[in-house]
């Protein structure tokens, strides 16, 4: 879902954003560093992904693994603030059209396709209700109120990491 989420933005935002910014430099700046951040994310979903299917982290993959934790895209501790919502959104906000913005998440919509029910609800797990709201409050109204209704609650309901025991 990360790699379906970083791609769209990619392909069918920034491209769009870079466009609608011209030639400020400061903008122009914060959209290449975006890029940078997004072009190392690749190969480390790769390998988390490898070690997934591999059950776990083993030889020269779990070193590449591990090593990401220096040398990949630096997250903002809990409660700072985050780049892209704080500097990236306001940018979208100050650029782009309500149609172009409309454009991009009908084209993220379609590339997450069936998994929407259990990507926005993703995408959202852990998030603080100013950022939930916010979220929510980009898209139309019949979806949020599918979001609240039926997807939140039904991946609320998810075993996503096996702690429910089946076992009696």
Known sequence: ML????TAEDDLLWPVVRDAVGGRSDDLALLDEMASEHALLGPLLEAVDGALTR?????????????????????????????QEEVALPLI??????????AFGQGATERVGPDMPRF??????????DTTA????????????????EWRPAYAKLDRWATKSSVA
């Not at 590449?64 to 780049?83: E, F, L, Q, Y």
């Not at 926005?120 to 209700?129: I, N, S, V």
């Open 55 to 83: 059950g776990g982290r083993r030889g020269a993959d779990s070193r590449r693994v591990g090593a990401t934790r220096t040398g990949g895209p630096r997250r903002p501790p809990p409660g700072a603030s985050d780049p």
């Open 134 to 149: 916010r979220v929510l409050g980009r898209i139309p109204e019949p979806v949020q109120q599918t979001y609240r209704n």
């Open 93 to 102: 906000d100050r650029t782009l059209t309500e149609e172009q913005w409309m």
């Open 3 to 6: 790699h379906v989420h970083h």
């Open 120 to 129: 926005l609800p993703w995408l959202l797990d852990g998030a603080d209700a």
